[in-house]
């Protein structure tokens, strides 16, 4: 069975209203989009907490996924009175055939080589190489399926400095690929935290995936003790708040790596660190940072 895909054009004032009123009045699905996307009036929106960003696109486009027999103009001319708007905007539609998602979904994942011997592969993908230590990692709600520079780049740092029988402290640690992957490299005592309940449970469950023994809990939760390792790949602003309770949970001699970091935003982190830890680059990748240092 076929299904309606309508995009409809307006601003960036009245698009969320709009979307929430046509979800309310029976959509399937409803995303909002830049209506200059692919052209030289793209406008990128990105941030991360605490800083400023436009709400929106002054061009947006509203789109949304309907049952076949809806009547959109009909819909849409009731929805665009309840969100403000003086007049009914303009919109194209389409028909989108019914098709296998899952499997449409899970194509777009392919095994990733992070090293000469360390590969992430979903769990439908059998392993490149045999011989591979293999992350068996699905893309699921939490941040970290290997692809983003700063995963790569803290995946590669842990490679060089995991030894047998070494803690590690996972701060932060998304869908827990970074503590799955020191356990599996031969860290013993591994624990990741992280502010996200959701992201918690995917830990875990990818942990029990990998057959390896870490331990993941929300960060609401007192951390007690201290770490041969310690990876933080959050972001700058995080990172510079919580910057005391970072830097405590390393041992003396431990190391530390941060990432989530932007180029431009190295100094001023080194800055912040430089009381608890000292810290240098220890690699780039597409404007991204690794930050690394040993304590005293």
Known sequence: MPWLSVSIETDCRHAEAL?????????????????????PAETPQFGEPGSLTTPGWDRS?????????TDASELIAACAAIAGLDDVPPFTREDVAEQNWVQLTQAQ???????????????????????ALVLVLDPGMAFGTGSHPTTRLCLEWLERVVTPGVSLL?????SGILAIAAAKLGATEVIGVDIDSQ??????????RNAVSA????????????????????????????APAIAGHVRAG???????ILAEQAEELIAIYAPYIPLGVADTREGWVCLTGTKA
């Open 170 to 174: 996972d701060y932060g640690c998304g």
């Open 254 to 260: 431990g190391r530390l790596a941060l990432s989530g």
């Open 199 to 208: 992201a918690v449970t995917a830990a875990r469950q990818n942990a029990e």
């Open 109 to 131: 994942f392919e095994p990733i080589r992070v090293s000469a011997r360390l590969w992430i592969v979903p769990s439908w993908h059998e392993a490149p190489d045999p011989d």
């Open 19 to 39: 979307a929430d009123a046509l979800l309310d009045a029976g959509a399937l699905s409803a995303c909002i989009e830049d209506a200059d996307a692919g052209t």
């Open 61 to 69: 486009r509203v789109v949304v996924l309907l049952e076949p027999q």
């Open 215 to 242: 331990r993941f809990d929300d960060s609401a939760q007192p951390i007690t003790g201290q770490f041969d390792i310690v990876v933080a790949n959050i972001l700058a602003n995080p990172l510079k708040a919580l």
